[in-house]
């Protein structure tokens, strides 16, 4: 009877043991799905931020092309009106020499 009840305490501390391994193993695996989820939103945070980065960088590259495309626009109005002035003071030569 004292062997079996001895058989059994071990039995049940056994038990018991395998029943905190269990507990530990579920614990590590909770653990390491947490760490895999925070370190998944750490990449989904990093691709916003490539992201937004490249957006304000798009937009920086559209404001000089917009304003180099001005520039041209005030070159060639420029140009235009210097190119009338000159006809003008040619002409007004021709005509000047054409009166002496």
Request: aromatic fraction near 0%; charge should be negative.
């Amino acid at each position: 009877e004292m062997e079996v009840a001895m058989v059994a305490g071990r039995a049940e501390a056994t038990a018991e043991v395998e029943m905190v391994v269990v507990r530990v193993e579920a614990t590590e695996g909770a653990v390491m799905e947490a760490a895999r989820v925070e370190a998944t939103a750490e990449v989904e945070m990093e691709v916003a931020m490539v992201e937004a980065t490249a957006e304000v960088e798009m937009e920086a590259v559209r404001g000089e092309a917009t304003a180099e495309a001005t520039a041209a626009e005030e070159m060639g109005a420029a140009t235009a009106v210097a190119t009338e002035v000159v006809e003008k003071a040619v002409a007004t030569v021709a005509a000047a020499m054409a009166a002496m």
